[in-house]
């Protein structure tokens, strides 16, 4: 599932270098041919973090230390029998099991870490899915949004604290400052109508509605059109 077609044109050149090594050839002329041009450039160069394409190159030179070895670019998908007969084997060897131990080719970096993250994503998911607190916060954000982390550490510190209050309710509206003790009460100080909540600032009180058809385009939100806005959208609100 992580192997890129890069590698598996690799493997089979080293496959065939291989073969022919297990075949112990001298004095030969050896000609492989190969439709993936990226191939031919990454065997030339001299330095290399793949293990994969040092065990080529290894082998390569072993084969070629007593034999003539050439590499030919083929076009593909022109006609060539060759070439058509080996994209046929492949598609073959493609649907069926694997043999041994997983990974049977070496993987990239950016591929394992790919799937680190995506795991780390999955998992952050599943825990704020499953926690019961963090109300506020998932009222706007229904899952974990990671896209939006860089743009939010460069925002100016008085952007980033009412952006967070905002978030989370821990800021200086009512709700909360009844929480810590620090009000009498919950309710609205703009329209007495309702709990002084981050939600109810944005989406419901009558104090803001020309901010919100302004930014938003809306006198009122619910839930769901709430859970819709970008905290990009809240932040220029």
Same mark, same amino acid.
């Given at each position: 599932?992580?192997?890129?077609?890069?590698?598996?044109?690799?493997?089979?050149?080293?496959?065939?270098?291989?073969?022919?090594?297990?075949?112990?050839?001298?004095?030969?002329?050896?000609?492989?041919?190969?439709?993936?041009?990226?191939?031919?450039?990454?065997?030339?160069?001299?330095?290399?973090?793949?293990?994969?394409?040092?065990?080529?190159?290894?082998?390569?030179?072993?084969?070629?230390?007593?034999?003539?070895?050439?590499?030919?670019?083929?076009?593909?998908?022109?006609?060539?029998?060759?070439?058509?007969?080996?994209?046929?084997?492949?598609?073959?060897?493609?649907?069926?099991?694997?043999?041994?131990?997983?990974?049977?080719?070496?993987?990239?970096?950016?591929?394992?870490?790919?799937?680190?993250?995506?795991?780390?994503?999955?998992? =952050?998911?599943?825990?704020?899915? @499953?926690?019961?607190?963090? #109300?506020?916060?998932?009222? %706007?954000? $229904?899952?974990?949004? !990671?896209?939006?982390?860089?743009?939010?550490?460069?925002?100016?510190?008085?952007?980033?604290?009412?952006?967070?209050?905002?978030?989370?309710?821990?800021?200086?509206?009512?709700?909360?400052?009844?929480?810590?003790?620090?009000?009498?009460?919950?309710?609205?100080?703009?329209?007495?109508?309702?709990?002084?909540?981050?939600? =109810?600032?944005?989406?419901?009180? @009558?104090?803001?509605?020309? #901010?919100?058809?302004?930014? %938003?385009? $809306?006198?009122?939100? !619910?839930?769901?059109?709430?859970?819709?806005?970008?905290?990009?959208?809240?932040?220029?609100?």
């Amino acid at each position: 599932n992580y192997i890129s077609d890069f590698q598996a044109e690799q493997f089979a050149i080293a496959e065939c270098v291989r073969i022919c090594l297990t075949l112990n050839l001298r004095n030969k002329n050896i000609l492989i041919c190969t439709d993936c041009v990226s191939v031919l450039q990454n065997l030339k160069t001299y330095e290399t973090q793949s293990s994969l394409t040092l065990d080529c190159h290894n082998k390569l030179n072993l084969l070629a230390s007593n034999n003539c070895v050439n590499l030919l670019w083929s076009p593909g998908h022109c006609g060539i029998y060759g070439n058509e007969y080996a994209d046929h084997l492949a598609k073959l060897g493609s649907k069926r099991a694997p043999m041994g131990a997983p990974p049977f080719i070496p993987l990239y970096k950016n591929i394992l870490k790919y799937k680190i993250d995506q795991w780390g994503f999955q998992q =952050h998911c599943d825990y704020w899915n @499953s926690d019961s607190s963090c #109300q506020n916060s998932k009222l %706007l954000m $229904k899952k974990p949004q !990671n896209e939006i982390h860089k743009w939010i550490i460069n925002l100016r510190r008085p952007q980033l604290r009412s952006l967070i209050g905002i978030i989370t309710g821990h800021c200086s509206l009512k709700d909360h400052l009844f929480t810590i003790r620090l009000s009498a009460d919950r309710l609205c100080r703009f329209c007495e109508a309702d709990t002084e909540t981050a939600y =109810h600032i944005v989406c419901l009180c @009558s104090k803001f509605t020309p #901010q919100r058809l302004q930014c %938003l385009q $809306k006198s009122y939100l !619910n839930a769901d059109e709430y859970a819709d806005i970008t905290v990009k959208a809240i932040n220029n609100s």
